[in-house]
C-alpha cells in the first residue's frame, strides 16, 4: 500500500478459510499469538466476502483487546494509539468486511500512507501477476523472513526477533517511522 496509491479490496470472491482476512498473529511473552475473528457463513460455503457476518456469541473482541494490551502496553508507541483503536475493536461490526475496512484506514491514517482504498464490485479470476495479492494472505504462505529487517520488539530480549506479525507490532513498537519502515521493506522485496 506504500506502493500504490490505489488498492481493491476483493469482496466478491467465495470467502476463503484460514486466511489473514479474520485473523492476525501478535507476539506476546509467550511466542505468536493469533487472534481469529469468528465469522458466520449466511450462505456457507457459497457466501461472498463481502457477506461474511461476525459471531458474538462469545466476547471474542474483549478477549482479542485484553491479549493485545498485555502483549504491547510496554511498546514504546502504545500508549499513542490504544484509545481509537480499542473503540473499532470493541464496536460490535456486523460485518467482517466493515471490521477489517475500520481497522485498514486505521492503520493507513496512523502510518500516515496515502492509499485510496476501492472495494470490487465484480469478481475477476487470479490474473497471475505479482499485483494480485489475493491468495498470499493465508497464514500457510508466510512471507520470506530473509527480507523482513528486524526492528525491537517488546519481548526481543527473551524470544528475538519474531517476524511476520500483525502491523500492529510494527505500530506499537516504531510509531511514526512505520511508513519508513515499510518503504525501506518494499524497496528491499523489489529487488
Not at 489473514?20 to 457459497?46: D, E, K, W
Not at 529487517?149 to 517511522?177: A, C, H, M, R, W
Amino acid at each position: 500500500m506504500v506502493k500504490f496509491p490505489i488498492v481493491y479490496i476483493e469482496q466478491q470472491e467465495t470467502f476463503p478459510k484460514q486466511t489473514f482476512r479474520n485473523r492476525a498473529t501478535i507476539a506476546t511473552g509467550n511466542g505468536s499469538l493469533t487472534l481469529t475473528v469468528p465469522v458466520v457463513r449466511p450462505q456457507g460455503n457459497h457466501t461472498r466476502t463481502e457477506e461474511i457476518g461476525i459471531s458474538y456469541k462469545e466476547s471474542w473482541n474483549v478477549q482479542h483487546w485484553r491479549a493485545i494490551q498485555s502483549a504491547y502496553n510496554a511498546s514504546p508507541y502504545f500508549l499513542y494509539y490504544r484509545d481509537e483503536l480499542e473503540q473499532i475493536l470493541l464496536r460490535q461490526h456486523q460485518r467482517l468486511i466493515d471490521l477489517n475496512d475500520a481497522l485498514l484506514k486505521y492503520i493507513l491514517k496512523k502510518s500516515k500512507i496515502a492509499c485510496d482504498l476501492k472495494y470490487t464490485t465484480d469478481y475477476t479470476p487470479s490474473c497471475n501477476t505479482q499485483l494480485d495479492f489475493r491468495t498470499s494472505l493465508t497464514s500457510k504462505k508466510a512471507f520470506c523472513n530473509a527480507h523482513i529487517p528486524e526492528y525491537s520488539q517488546v519481548f526481543e530480549t527473551k524470544l528475538g526477533f519474531i517476524p511476520n506479525l500483525s502491523i500492529l507490532d510494527l505500530l506499537f513498537n516504531l510509531g511514526p517511522e512505520t511508513k519508513e519502515y515499510l518503504i525501506h521493506l518494499s524497496q528491499k522485496v523489489a529487488n
